[in-house]
């Protein structure tokens, strides 16, 4: 039987681990995590099949090892594989957002009997951990793979193989190329969102109303500045070449825009939205990846018909307002986990005192 070890049970790690038992039931999914917390919650969703105590105690076994940790964690995850015994043939992939400087590290620290794969499924949330982990998180996306170029291609048939429950589509290319575009249409975007946050929140002093007005195109645009801010440092540390060449040029289209504006061009600046407009416009559509911000709360439930109605029922009681609920799925089918989505901080905290209060249910928050 074909042994997977996936090294964090993150939100990528969960659901790639997800998309290969659908596809693969017969594949042995051993999991690791430096958070417990995480371990147990990806044992208790079915979403692993078992864990491993170390990184050495899953990786020597293993017949493929998914590194979905965050890209400076990687490094130091590969230059740990280097010093292992690990099987002949293994083939190790990770699904970092960067892929030049992970791909640089694995060849010098991964000995050449090991295929070392990088790959990238570029879909996600802003969300964090293995709890919000789903089958079809990259179903329609584009699935990066940069192999070296000594790589047999056989191994990397073998990868997609193993990958082809996430519905994703595989486009090969160098790590170079990779890095120049996600740092075009991914990181360098971020940057700016999270600026133009930080820009409203300094005008809050001086116009209080601001926040709440602060709704619309604003959170739009900013979406993004909502995600994990781990990943995100090591991902901009990882493209910093990248991304300053791209400030270069963002500066000169800002100074651009500014000189309409001071000039009062009319025509210049309308070209300037026209042509953006239809480039925009022109974009493929795509279904996935943007979740909208939730503040989820997690209740340990017995799996039977009636139990959403009982808590809702509760929630009801008290008048709070819920935007989504679900079961996780499981495999055991004994005990689910609940999922319930509020609008707010305040009335997530209010439901878990209503539901601690009428049950005894176990409520946390991740
Ligand atoms: N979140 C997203 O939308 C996307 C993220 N990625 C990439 O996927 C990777 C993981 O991201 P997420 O799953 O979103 O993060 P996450 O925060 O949900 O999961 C990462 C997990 O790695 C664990 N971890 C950290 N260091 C570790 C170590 N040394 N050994 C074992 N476990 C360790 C953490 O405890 C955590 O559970 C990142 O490299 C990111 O660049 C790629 C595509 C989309
Ligand atoms: O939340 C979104 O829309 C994203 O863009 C998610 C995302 C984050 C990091 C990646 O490397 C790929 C996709």
Not at 53 to 67: F, N, T, Y
Request: hydrophobic share 40%.
């Amino acid at each position: 039987m074909e042994k997977v070890f996936i090294i964090g049970l993150g939100l990528i790690g969960g659901s790639i681990s997800r998309a290969i038992k659908k596809e693969h039931p017969s594949v042995q999914l051993v999991g690791y995590d430096i958070k417990n917390d995480q371990v147990q919650m990806a044992k208790k969703l079915g979403i692993i099949d078992q864990s491993a105590e170390s990184i050495k105690e899953g990786a020597e076994s293993a017949d493929v090892i998914i590194i979905s940790t965050p890209v400076e964690q990687t490094l130091n995850v590969l230059t740990f594989l280097g010093e292992l015994s690990l099987k002949e043939g293994v083939i190790i992939t990770d699904v970092g957002s960067t892929k030049k400087k992970i791909v640089d590290h694995a060849s010098f620290s991964l000995p050449k009997t090991v295929t070392f794969i990088g790959g990238h499924p570029m879909a996600g949330s802003h969300k964090s951990g293995v709890a919000a982990a789903k089958t079809h998180l990259f179903e329609n996306a584009f699935y990066i793979l940069t192999p070296g170029s000594n790589e047999r291609p056989e191994k990397i048939e073998q990868l997609k193989k193993l990958l082809k429950g996430t519905k994703a589509q595989f486009i090969v290319m160098t790590p170079e190329e990779h890095d120049s575009i996600t740092g075009v249409i991914s990181h360098f975007p971020h940057l700016i969102a999270a600026s133009l946050v930080h820009q409203a929140e300094k005008k809050e002093e001086m116009f209080p109303i601001i926040k709440r007005l602060a709704a619309g195109g604003f959170r739009d645009i900013t979406r993004i500045a909502s995600s994990n801010p781990v990943m995100w440092r090591d991902i901009i540390v990882h493209n910093h070449d990248v991304l300053i060449k791209l400030f270069d040029e963002w500066i000169q289209e800002m100074k651009q825009i500014k000189q309409f504006i001071e000039k009062l061009d009319k025509e210049q600046l309308y070209t300037y939205f026209e042509k953006a407009k239809t480039y925009r416009d022109g974009l493929p559509e795509r279904e996935k990846g943007a979740i909208p911000s939730f503040y989820d709360l997690y209740v340990d439930v017995p799996d039977y018909p009636g139990v959403i109605s009982e808590i809702t029922g509760y929630l009801a009681k008290e008048e709070i307002s819920i935007t989504n609920i679900r079961i996780l799925e499981t495999r055991e089918e004994i005990f689910g986990v609940l999922r319930i989505s509020f609008q707010s901080d305040e009335d997530r905290m209010k439901a878990k005192q209503c539901i601690d209060r009428y049950t005894n249910y176990e409520t946390y928050i991740l």
